[in-house]
């Protein structure tokens, strides 16, 4: 199946932000493919537009998503006076 086809159902909030995660971990994978002037014009050049817009817009909520816990957390020390607590690691069934 094209890429195209996929990205234009879009993706699931999680998997966006599951891939903003992991090309974050690795910024040399997504500096590599960052260059969609270097491909000829085409469905292939249209493709690679298409997955860029798709990593920073999985950047972008990412981000957002890490501002509001940042914003939960301060509102909850402000009304308790004390940290939040952390959440435990959910362990596989």
Known sequence: MPVR?????????????LVA???VASPAVAAAQAN?????RGPA????YLALSQYHRA???LAAD???AQSDAAWYRAIT?????KSK???RR
């Open 59 to 61: 950047q972008s909520d």
């Open 5 to 17: 086809a996929r990205l234009e159902g879009g993706m699931a909030p999680w998997t966006a932000r």
């Open 81 to 85: 006076g004390t940290d939040p607590p």
């Open 36 to 40: 969609c002037e270097a491909i000829p």
């Open 45 to 48: 050049r249209t493709d690679c």
């Open 66 to 68: 890490r501002a509001l």
């Open 89 to 91: 690691p959910r362990r």
């Open 21 to 23: 995660v992991l090309l």
